[in-house]
């Protein structure tokens, strides 16, 4: 069966129950991951799940349930189990489905060509960045890991008010590990791309940038605490936005979990930041033309001038808030109902080169990796993280540090950005230019 006829079958037993309402989703996909050490496969895993999952509306209760199994028996405990669940939960009256709306046309999401690419060629890929990573430099050491992966999937979806939309999309990644050593110290670096086709890698680039992050740390000093400006390259900077991306979601600002809470019109951040989630962004990781409810995806702007303009929103969290969804569900996997969350959340990109950044710069540091910002409190904001990088010197590169910490709150960074890169990278579904920032806590030795 393809997926209409599979939620066709679902429908017709959905539609003899008595219920309220309804939504099927079916999911497939075809995924490979392949790392290879020493110029030989190490890991080489497919996978080919397909699934089925419904959420059931009952009395204000809602229900789910999914199969993994498309036996009709399978499919009709699903139902059963689902029209239980919906009868015991607590019944809510903002539960319920969306209402169907046009969705935006999306290209550049399938790409048919990735399937004439033979696997040699792909275990290749990992083979070449292993080599070209390890050939950039006499001091890179090894390769700890490098990989290829690949997925193609459909999703269809359709609920009891006349949703239906289906989509076909492709998506490939590569990374790797690099490390260098010299007089006895050891440095690591990383770096990954991604695309909807396989010519969207380029290895050599890869390659390159990995070895760079590892070969400019090695022979890193420790440096005395300091306040001063301080770079954040767009890694890091993606990092820490991605702490603050959560206070942008409706649920924890109407739970008062969010940095946000009743900030809504403020002017909270610096008046050259401007900060979107975009579902329909061209090449975005989370591009699609609608979300895990079916809702079109859009591009909502958060922050302009400093101020917070709007916050993201599926139908459960709109229908308690009285707006719009923004077309934010999204999902885990079949094995999960929908829920809040980001599709491509990014800071917008400056018109400064990274050297322009550093211009003007007495004294000060180019970040370029933090540990620990996942401890940064969600709530208030406060963090404390180890990291490492470079002292800057009249406005250049002077030596790389290790072993500082940086403090302070994530409102109060991204409120003294000053200066804004014109390199935005997506990290995930999060992305960020690099970003100067006027003053920050650095403590040292």
Known sequence: MNQIEIADTIEKLLTVRAIDGYEISVAASHNLSLEVKDQKIDTFKCSEPVGVSIRVLKADGLGFSYSTSLAERDLERMVSDAVTSAENQTPDPCNGFPEPRPYPLIEGLFD??????????????????????????PRISKVRKASYGESV?????????????????????????????????SQMGWD?????????????????????????????RKIASIRCPVVLDNQVASDILEVLSSSFLAENVLKGKSMLAEKLGAKVFSPVLKIRDNGILHGGMATAPFDAEGV?????????????????????????????????ATRG?????????????????????????????????????????????????????????????????????????????????????????????????????????????????
């Open 296 to 328: 079109p995806q859009q591009d909502t702007l958060l922050v302009e001038d400093g101020r917070v303009l709007s916050f993201l929103y599926d139908s459960y969290w709109a229908r308690r808030d009285g707006v719009q969804s923004t077309g934010n």
């Open 153 to 185: 999937y459909e999703v269809y979806i359709r609920n009891s008010r006349g949703v239906e939309g289906s989509l076909r999309g492709t998506s490939v990644s590569a990374s790797v590990s690099a490390i260098a050593e010299e007089g006895g110290d």
């Open 333 to 445: 996997g079949i094995k999960s109902p929908a829920y809040l969350g980001l599709t491509n959340f990014y800071i917008e990109n400056g018109t400064l080169s990274a050297p322009e950044l550093l211009r003007d710069m007495a004294k000060g540091l180019l970040i370029t990796d933090v540990m620990g910002i996942h401890t940064a409190n969600p709530i208030s904001g406060d963090f404390s993280v180890g990291a490492s990088g470079f002292f800057v010197e009249n406005g250049a590169i002077a030596y790389p540090v290790k072993e500082i910490a940086l403090s302070g709150n994530i409102i109060d960074l991204f409120a003294s950005v000053e200066m804004i890169g014109d390199d935005l990278r997506f990290f995930g579904s999060v992305g960020s230019p690099s970003l100067r920032i006027s003053e920050l806590d650095v403590s040292g030795h």
């Open 112 to 137: 048919q060509e990735l399937a004439r690419v033979d696997e040699d060629r792909k275990i290749q890929c990992a083979m070449d960045l292993e080599r070209l990573t390890c050939a950039v430099d």
């Open 192 to 220: 990954f791309g991604f695309g909807t086709s396989f010519s969207d890698l380029h290895v050599e680039q890869i390659a390159a940038s990995a070895a760079s992050r590892a070969l400019g740390l090695l022979g890193a």
